[in-house]
C-alpha cells in the first residue's frame, strides 16, 4: 500500500509540473474622461464714447481726458467744459459667455476722429491712453470674470489731445474693441 500511495503521489507531482504555467495576458482599468464646452464670447455696445462739446479757449491746444467710469471730464491746456449738448458718455459695452470664466480686453491704443466737414487744416484728433473699468470694479483692469449667469459689462475712457490750432466743429471716428478667453 505504501508503495501504491508512493507511486499516485509521484504521479500527481509529476503532471503538476507537465501542465503549462498560465499567466494574465489582459488588463482592464477604468479611466476618467472630460471635456469643456465654452459659450462663444458675445460683446454689445450699449454706449457711444462722446467727450461731449468742449470750448477752445486758445489756438495752443490741449486734452480732454474721460474718465472709464465717469462723465467728469478734466482738462489741460486751451480746452475747458462746454454747457452746449451733446453730453459726455463712456462706452459701454455687455459681455456674454461661460459663467465663471475670465477673459480679457484689448483696446486700440490710439484712435484717430476726423472733422466730418473740413479737410483742411488741423482737422484731426488722437484719442489714446483708453481704460476699462469693468463691472463693480474700482479700478481699471484689462481682465474680468464672467459672473455665473454668464454675463459682465464694463465702460470705457480715454484722453483726447486737441492739437494748437485745431479747427472747430464735429469730429468722428470708430475704433475696434476686441474680448478673448484667457
Known amino acids: 500500500m505504501k508503495k501504491l500511495v508512493l507511486s499516485f503521489l509521484t504521479i500527481c507531482v509529476m503532471v503538476s509540473f507537465s501542465n503549462k504555467v498560465v499567466s494574465q ?4 482599468e477604468n479611466t476618467d474622461v472630460g471635456a469643456v464646452l465654452i459659450t462663444a464670447l458675445g460683446l454689445t455696445e450699449t454706449a457711444p464714447m462722446h467727450f461731449g462739446s468742449n470750448v477752445l479757449t486758445n489756438a495752443l491746444g490741449g486734452t480732454v481726458l474721460l474718465p472709464s467710469n465717469s462723465t467728469t471730464r478734466e482738462y489741460t491746456g486751451g480746452v475747458a467744459t462746454s454747457a ?69 459689462s464694463f465702460t470705457l475712457g480715454g484722453t483726447l489731445t486737441v492739437k494748437a490750432d485745431q479747427v472747430g466743429g464735429i469730429y468722428h471716428g470708430t475704433f475696434d474693441v476686441t474680448i478673448e478667453y484667457n
Open 84 to 152: 452746449a449738448t451733446p453730453v459726455a458718455t463712456n462706452a459701454a459695452y455687455t459681455v456674454t459667455g461661460t459663467g465663471l470664466e475670465t477673459y480679457a480686453i484689448t483696446l486700440p491704443a490710439t484712435t484717430t476722429v476726423t472733422h466730418t466737414s473740413v479737410a483742411s487744416g488741423v482737422y484731426t484728433m488722437d484719442i489714446t491712453l483708453m481704460k476699462a473699468r469693468f463691472n463693480g470694479a474700482g479700478a481699471d483692469a484689462t481682465t474680468s470674470t464672467l459672473a455665473a449667469n454668464g454675463t459682465d
Open 25 to 28: 495576458t489582459s488588463d482592464t
